[in-house]
């Protein structure tokens, strides 16, 4: 029960025990009041009846007398009127039918009037002929009583609903300051550290609040600090310190889990830059200018790749730079290596004039990424084949003699074809893999991954590649739209919750907010089987319709997810504000992290920051038990990957 309700009714209590107590002693007064009136009134009558006997007769003239207390109207007050001689003989017996009291029995009882006789003496002259006496009847007093109750009963009923309603109002002001701190303390559990503005005027409660508010102020820097620890030390073991960029280890790790992704395969492309008088710029001007030279290189990359979401761009070593694109067909990946080298061919350094910059690149393109070292190992057999000095040239190893073709082309596709005739058709096929817990290894939920045909009619082609070709003909929403109904369909009769990617492009749509919101509002028990999962980029780009987004969800038990968390570079502070179920972790932090300590710290620190918000950590791409040990240690709270399960296609129920 709330404080608000308990002081409501402790002053009601209070009320009522008044109430009882006022009639207690109103019905006492009253008791003894009518009493005393019953008393006079019945002395009063007797005294009047043997005054008129008196002057009637001046001898015992009964029938004088009967006509005496003939002319006593009976109007209820009276039970009996009898007169005896003086040796004590009843000598006129007159009852009376008294008065009916409408009070109920248990208030007669409770009242318990007693019954009054009055007595007067007759006589003539000096001679005492007898008495006369009157006895009372209580009927009239219960009923003024039991009136009397009422009409007290009447008034504090009204005077109750105006003083409850008075205390209502009331309390709900000087409690209100109690409901801002526990929605601010709420608030500092969840990492917001926010602060009252406005102090209660209650000393008491204006004391609380101010102890609160340093609380929240002492957190928040304890909390920014572990943030800013945890971030430098990420950028520190992942980040080249000079430009920024990725480094040689980070790298590596991205593109090994492109490589091992359980949720399907990936084309990609592969270059290398080289800056070939390194060295040279280094001796004649210096490693400042040499590492001007550098930075300008990294700059150079990074604004030529801005808008691709999935490229990483590394130092790898020195005088080198690497960048890996995934899911890109053919002949972009062509188009986009020509620009880059283009791009970064128009730098210079202060000896441009008689050293011109001199810049390889190594290029090699895969339609299925399956091996990371093996591509660099293409893209650095490239840049060995140049011979030319003082010349920036690049080249593919697809032109190399010698070198392998790939295997499967996706490059001849009619991509506007392929995506309405995948639309239209629905040529795609459901596959899910499970989520496990970490404690009893249980299954808990499945991700859903959706696969195209390819140029064989087989379903090889992962969502990833085929999803920019989807962006381009703005059929992104529409093919989720097909997702969402095919997967609602097979899943008929299953209960295990699931997880569904959506695109960007799907997420700024206010008509897939609509279609959404008719859709789980059609089918409310799939809802609240759905989670839908996003990038940290794509709420970086999106994160007010994404907000929009998930206030429609909440409505239908459905929610939100963040799949690959750690790329990004956003932090963790919307992770307080906006509602999410679970945070899986990119899978380039899971792979080999029994043998990276920087990894396992990062992972480690994540989990205590998300624990403070119930917030699930789940690590992705789990292929051995070496791994699963160490993240299970760290304390993940589930896993995916093959070490549990590789994807399968989702087959109906038998």
Same mark, same amino acid.
């Given at each position: ?214 609380? &929240?102020?002492? /957190? ?5 600090? $572990? +943030? !800013?620890? %945890?971030?430098? @030390? ?32 990936? &084309?990609?492309? /592969? ?5 070939? $008088? +390194? !060295?040279? %710029?280094?001796? @004649? ?370």
């Amino acid at each position: 029960m709330t404080l608000f309700r308990q002081l409501l009714n402790a002053m009601l209590a209070a009320m009522l025990l008044l109430y009882i107590g006022n009639i207690a002693v109103g019905l006492s007064n009253g008791k003894s009041l009518v009493e005393h009136q019953m008393r006079s009134h019945v002395e009063d009558t007797a005294t009047s009846i043997a005054l008129s006997m008196t002057q009637s007769t001046n001898s015992l003239d009964i029938p004088a007398f009967q006509a005496v207390l003939s002319a006593v109207s009976d109007k209820g007050f009276y039970r009996r009127i009898y007169f005896r001689d003086v040796i004590g003989n009843l000598i006129i017996d007159k009852d009376f039918a008294g008065a009916k009291h409408t009070a109920p029995r248990w208030f007669a009882s409770l009242v318990a009037l007693s019954t009054y006789e009055g007595s007067a003496e007759v006589s003539s002259g000096w001679t005492k002929l007898g008495t006369v006496v009157v006895v009372s009847d209580p009927g009239h007093a219960y009923n003024n009583l039991w009136h009397f109750a009422l009409e007290q009963l009447a008034w504090f009923t009204l005077v109750s609903v105006l003083i409850s309603l008075l205390l209502w109002l009331t309390l709900r002001h000087l409690l209100s300051p109690l409901r801002a701190l526990e929605v601010q303390v709420n608030n500092i559990s969840r990492q917001d550290f926010v602060e009252q503005a406005v102090l209660p005027r209650t000393r008491e409660l204006a004391n609380l609040a101010t102890a609160v508010n340093r609380m &929240s102020v002492q /957190l928040k820097k304890l909390f920014n600090s $572990q +943030l !800013e620890l %945890i971030a430098n @030390l990420r950028v520190q073991s992942h980040t080249d310190q000079l430009t920024g960029l990725s480094n040689r280890a980070d790298f590596d790790a991205r593109l090994n889990s492109c490589a091992g992704d359980d949720s399907g395969q990936h &084309s990609g492309v /592969l270059m290398i830059f080289a800056v070939q $008088q +390194l !060295e040279q %710029i280094n001796q @004649l001007a210096g490693r400042v200018e040499g590492n001007n030279v550098l930075v300008a290189l990294a700059d150079c990359l990074k604004a030529s790749l801005g808008d691709y979401e999935q490229a990483v761009v590394a130092r790898r070593q020195g005088r080198e730079f690497a960048v890996f694109i995934s899911d890109i067909t053919a002949e972009e990946a062509d188009r986009l290596g020509e620009n880059l080298f283009n791009a970064v061919t128009q730098l210079s350094w202060v000896g441009q004039h008689d050293s011109p910059l001199t810049i390889h690149m190594g290029f090699t393109y895969s339609d299925c990424v399956s091996n990371g070292p093996e591509l660099l190992s293409e893209a650095d057999m490239v840049l060995r084949s140049f011979t030319r000095a003082g010349s920036s040239e690049w080249g593919r190893f697809a032109d190399i003699d010698g070198a392998d073709a790939p295997l499967v082309s996706i490059s001849a596709i009619d991509w506007r074809t392929f995506t309405e005739q995948t639309i239209a058709e629905k040529k795609l096929q459901l596959n899910i893999q499970g989520t496990f817990s970490s404690t009893d290894r249980e299954l808990r939920a499945y991700e859903v991954f959706s696969s195209f045909p390819d140029a064989n009619d087989c379903y090889n082609l992962a969502s990833r590649i085929v999803m920019p070709a989807f962006e381009r003909a703005g059929l992104a929403t529409e093919l989720d739209q097909l997702v969402l109904t095919e997967l609602c369909e097979k899943w008929q009769g299953r209960a295990c919750p699931l997880s569904v990617n959506l695109a960007l492009s799907s997420l700024r749509s206010a008509d897939f907010h609509c279609w959404v919101n008719e859709f789980l509002t059609e089918n409310p028990a799939f809802a609240e089987l759905l989670t839908f999962e996003f990038s940290e980029h794509m709420l970086q780009l999106a994160e007010h319709d994404i907000r929009l987004f998930e206030a429609i969800l909440s409505s239908h038990g459905s929610g939100l997810a963040i799949d690959g968390f750690g790329l990004a570079t956003s932090g963790f502070a919307y992770l307080g504000s906006l509602p999410l179920r679970y945070l899986k972790v990119d899978r380039s932090f899971s792979r080999n992290i029994h043998a990276v300590q920087d990894n396992q710290f990062y992972i480690k620190a994540l989990v205590h920051l998300a624990e403070a918000r119930s917030l699930p950590v789940i690590a992705v791409g789990v292929e051995s038990q070496a791994d699963w040990d160490t993240l299970i240690g760290l304390g993940i709270a589930g896993g995916q990957g093959y070490l549990f399960s590789r994807p399968q296609s989702i087959h109906p129920l038998s």
